[in-house]
């Protein structure tokens, strides 16, 4: 049984993730698990799109190079996509969500190209991220946070700070209470 929790934080590209995870990972002690990293690090994937500018993940490598990781607990995966990771070895899957406006404006200071922009403005509209996550997981684990400013990044941290702590009393014998 794990005695640190696995943590999923996906959304659409631009919402936050990464500065959600590493303030996370920096204020409790779990691992920052990098998707795209671990992706190029390990050969996880298919090659390079040069149209999207992105890698193409194999998910099968990736889930055999990351599994003992899930196993040992105390992760925080920084993804995109959730519904690939098994339930069984996640604890809490988080949805971060931006207004579009906000979104725009990340994704063009990063130079996204535009159909990259559309694509991720439009999954972001659609709420395609937060369906996979709900319909991948039970609802109990599933939450959806906003992601627009600073203020509301520090309000998730904590927020997620205090689900770390008390998971953590519920697992200390080893068995959710």
Same mark, same amino acid.
């Given at each position: ?98 207004? =579009?406006? #906000? +979104? ?12 990259? &922009?559309? %694509? @991720?403005? *439009? ?12 319909? =991948?997981? #039970? +609802? ?12 509301? &990044?520090? %309000? @998730?941290? *904590? ?19």
């Amino acid at each position: 049984m794990r005695s640190r929790p696995n943590i999923i934080i996906t959304g659409t590209p631009g919402v936050g993730k990464t500065s959600h995870c590493e303030l996370l990972a920096q204020n409790t002690g779990l691992k920052h698990l990098s998707i795209n990293q671990v992706a190029k690090e390990r050969a996880c994937h298919d090659g390079y799109d040069e149209h999207l500018k992105t890698w193409i993940v194999d998910e099968d490598k990736l889930l055999d190079a990351i599994e003992p990781e899930l196993e040992q607990g105390g992760y925080i995966i920084d993804w995109h996509a959730c519904d690939l990771f098994p339930e069984s070895k996640i604890d809490l899957v988080v949805v971060l969500r931006a207004d =579009s406006t #906000v +979104l725009y404006d990340r994704l063009k200071a990063r130079n996204y190209p535009e159909v990259k &922009l559309q %694509e @991720n403005l *439009d999954a972001e509209i659609m709420q395609v991220l937060l369906s996979e996550a709900q319909e =991948s997981y #039970v +609802l109990e684990i599933v939450v959806e946070l906003q992601s627009d400013n600073d203020e509301q &990044l520090e %309000e @998730n941290i *904590d927020r997620l700070q205090q689900w770390i702590t008390n998971w953590e009393k519920d697992h200390a014998d080893g068995e959710a209470s």
